[in-house]
């Protein structure tokens, strides 16, 4: 059965940084694209950050490039998203996805999303 599961949201202030892990069970994750999106009150679920597999190439939105770094971890078979340098407007509900078809931050090229984690950045 697959599975992805976020963590590590949380609320922070302007200029902090959080640590999302989005851990998938169910299939080998380094044979699929993972991608991070977002999704704020009222917005459409938007593409941030993806990871190919095979080689691990990256791809940033501009919104959040510089600032935002993913990273992949196969042995625990878990995807990271480091946030630095958080602003207001990156407050969000955070979702990892999973493709099989290539890596991208369309959010119809993905089959299967985690249940979210709430990112808050507020003073």
């Known amino acids: 059965q697959v599975q992805l599961v976020e963590s590590g949201g949380g609320l922070v202030q302007p200029g902090g940084t959080l640590r999302l892990s989005c851990a998938a069970s169910?299939?080998?994750?380094?044979?699929?694209?993972i991608g991070w999106f977002r999704q704020a009150p009222g917005k459409e679920r938007e593409g941030v950050s993806c990871?190919?597999?095979?080689?691990?190439?990256?791809y940033y939105a501009d919104s959040v490039k510089g600032r935002f770094t993913i990273s992949r971890d196969n042995a625990k078979n878990t995807v990271y998203l480091q946030m630095n340098s958080l602003k207001p407007e990156d407050t969000a509900v955070y979702y990892c996805?999973?493709?099989?078809?290539?890596?991208?931050?369309?959010?119809?090229?993905?089959?299967?999303w985690g249940q979210g984690t709430q990112v808050t950045v507020s003073s």
């Open positions: 990871i190919s597999s095979g080689d691990g190439s990256t």
């Open positions: 169910g299939f080998t994750l380094d044979y699929y694209n």
């Open positions: 996805g999973r493709s099989g078809f290539q890596a991208t931050m369309r959010v119809y090229d993905y089959d299967y």
